[in-house]
């Protein structure tokens, strides 16, 4: 029961903000806030809470990710395999035994059914479609092999690879050839699009196979960045207009990291008892990405760019765990 309160207050955490931010243009979503999720519109004459995402009278989804937005594409492309793994009704394709963050979102915003997944072709794209890949790198899997010496063990489904699918899907004949004079371009004026949270794993396989020191792996965050505002840009460039791009979580708090990096010394701790060489590290990429997403705000007046503070979020629910019973 505690689990699935903390599993809520995390979504209306991340969803009930962006509406408000979408109304006022370029906007950079932070985690603050968090005695008031709402603004004067949000209430109806009658007291009655308005849902600010049905509000912003988003139509359909597009999602560039990881694991945090993957619905099946990853089972889909790896013939034979049950995982990811979870409970039903939600196991098929989600590493969850849960609804995905994008899951409630979608629901959230009215957007039902949720986007199919790309590599289901039997499904018919009515509400967007999902082109993340669980386990999947901003960077190419061939350039982490070549210049970091990184294997990409889950898939070569990197960021590229599924911007390249979403430019065949609004180029093909199933867009094209929907009796819309415009084509998909002015379709997806209400539609949302997602570029990640992706480069969590870029670092966590640089991490686990223990090729990189902490200053190469520093040295690494321009680059992983770099492919995010690029496929950010080009998702731009094939029409979207409403975009959300969320960093990566503190690393440094997750069980996997404070169980293999232990210490004894207390200076490597923050005050949560998360590692603080990982959680700078992930401060990092998302202080550099914030600035990327900067730039193609100039680039491109006429969009909406919001910074989705997965970081935030995710320090919140740290800090008050203990008041859930977690």
């Known amino acids: 029961m505690a689990s699935s309160l903390v599993q809520k207050q995390k979504i209306m955490f991340l969803v009930l903000l962006i509406c408000v931010l979408f109304s006022y243009g370029n906007a950079n979503w932070y985690g603050t806030g968090m005695t008031n999720y709402g603004n004067p519109d949000s209430i109806d004459p009658n007291g009655n809470v308005i849902n600010p995402l049905k509000k912003c009278g988003f139509d359909k989804m597009y999602l560039l990710g990881g694991s945090l937005s993957d619905t099946g594409n990853l089972i889909s492309e790896t013939v034979g395999s049950t995982l990811p793994f979870g409970k039903q009704p939600y196991s098929h394709g989600r590493s969850s035994n849960g609804l995905l963050i994008t899951d409630n979102f979608a629901y959230e915003a009215g957007i039902n059914p949720i986007p199919d997944t790309y590599k289901d072709l039997n499904l018919y794209y009515n509400k967007g479609v999902?082109?993340?890949?669980?386990?999947?790198?901003?960077?190419?899997?061939?350039?982490?092999?070549?210049?970091?010496?990184?294997?990409?063990?889950?898939?070569?489904?990197?960021?590229?690879?599924?911007?390249?699918?979403?430019?065949?899907?609004?180029?093909?004949?199933?867009?094209?050839?929907?009796?819309?004079?415009?084509?998909?371009?002015?379709r997806y004026n209400k539609a949302i699009f997602f570029v990640g949270e992706i480069g969590g794993s870029d670092y966590?396989?640089?991490?686990?196979?223990?090729?990189?020191?902490?200053?190469?792996?520093?040295?690494?965050?321009?680059?992983?960045?770099?492919?995010?505002?690029?496929?950010?840009?080009?998702?731009l460039n094939l029409g979207a207009r409403r975009v959300v791009v969320p960093g990566i979580f503190p690393i440094g708090c997750l069980p996997i990291y404070k169980t293999l990096f232990q210490s004894n010394v207390s200076t490597n701790y923050d005050e949560n008892q998360c590692l603080n060489q990982f959680n700078d590290l992930a401060k990092n990429h998302n202080e550099q990405l914030q600035e990327g997403i900067?730039?193609?705000?100039?680039?491109?007046?006429?969009?909406?760019l919001v910074y989705g503070d997965y970081y935030q979020a995710y320090k919140h629910l740290h800090r008050i765990a203990t008041l859930n019973g977690a």
């Open 204 to 235: 966590q396989y640089a991490i686990l196979q223990g090729k990189l020191t902490m200053d190469q792996l520093t040295d690494m965050v321009p680059d992983v960045v770099a492919a995010v505002i690029n496929a950010t840009r080009g998702v």
């Open 130 to 186: 999902n082109f993340a890949v669980a386990g999947s790198t901003a960077l190419p899997a061939e350039l982490l092999a070549t210049k970091y010496m990184i294997s990409s063990p889950v898939t070569n489904s990197s960021l590229n690879v599924q911007l390249d699918w979403m430019s065949d899907y609004f180029n093909s004949a199933t867009c094209l050839n929907d009796n819309v004079s415009a084509g998909c371009t002015d």
């Open 294 to 304: 900067n730039g193609l705000m100039r680039e491109n007046p006429n969009a909406v």
